[in-house]
């Protein structure tokens, strides 16, 4: 197994632009996540879905959209890049939701830069 | 609503020196316990976890065990090696508060162990 892997491992991209953050896990996991990390921060969720078809918002959802059409895959797309959103971005991906002791693996993260 | 509170870094021991990073949380219900550690230039990944009171995780000569009565969650290793050198995390999963089956986590502690 792969695991979870995340395509860029960097960028940087000029206010304004808009691009989209690669996630593809090969365990058949249910519950798929981004979160963004920032210094003295922890980590902070931004979107996640139960399954195929289905996403929501975490506690940092404004300039960020997801979808999720296979089980596999979960994109994240920055819609109009803000140096605000200069971050390192993680996916993780976990069994299910509905069993909190089922541990989220983490992808290696995308080191983004807004200038 | 829930949270971590994780003590200041960077951490710097000596090999072979006892190591204590302080964890306290603040959650309704009963939510699971997780350490987590972040290699440089990598994802996280779990390295012990609890998922009810007095519950002891360890592994790789870490361990913390689930105390409700003082909420904590304090990592220790008896002897920690330079290969311990990490940003560790403490982490809940927010089960039963929000349903969004999200980790809620601390600041990370940055441990820097010198020969």
């Known amino acids: 197994n792969a695991g979870v892997t995340q395509t860029p491992k960097f960028q940087v991209l000029k206010t304004g632009q808009s691009m989209t953050l690669q996630c593809a896990q090969d365990?058949?996991?249910?519950?798929m996540s981004w979160y963004r990390q920032d210094p003295g921060m922890g980590l902070r969720l931004i979107h996640y879905s139960v399954g195929a078809g289905i996403t929501d918002q975490g506690e940092v959802p404004n300039g960020y959209n997801v979808s999720r059409s296979t089980t596999e895959d979960f994109p994240l797309r920055l819609l109009s890049a803000a140096p605000s959103q200069t971050s390192v971005y993680f996916c993780?991906?976990?069994?299910?939701?509905?069993?909190?002791?089922?541990?989220?693996?983490f992808g290696p993260g995308t080191r983004l830069t807004v200038t | 609503g829930n949270s971590v509170t994780q003590m200041e870094g960077p951490v710097t021991l000596s090999e072979e020196a006892f190591l204590t990073i302080n964890c306290t949380y603040t959650?309704?219900?009963?939510?699971?316990l997780f350490w987590y550690v972040q290699y440089p230039g990598e994802g996280l990944q779990l390295l012990l976890k609890a998922t009810k009171a007095d519950d002891k995780g360890s592994n790789k000569g870490f361990e913390a065990t689930y105390r409700k009565e003082t909420t904590s969650f304090h990592l220790e290793k008896g002897s920690v090696q330079v290969s311990d050198s990490a940003v560790y995390f403490c982490a809940l999963s927010d089960w039963g508060s929000s349903n969004t089956g999200k980790l809620i986590f601390g600041q990370g502690t940055t441990l820097q162990v010198k020969p």
């Open positions: 959650a309704t219900g009963y939510p699971s």
């Open positions: 365990m058949n996991h249910e519950y």
């Open positions: 993780a991906s976990s069994y299910s939701r509905f069993a909190p002791s089922y541990e989220q693996y």
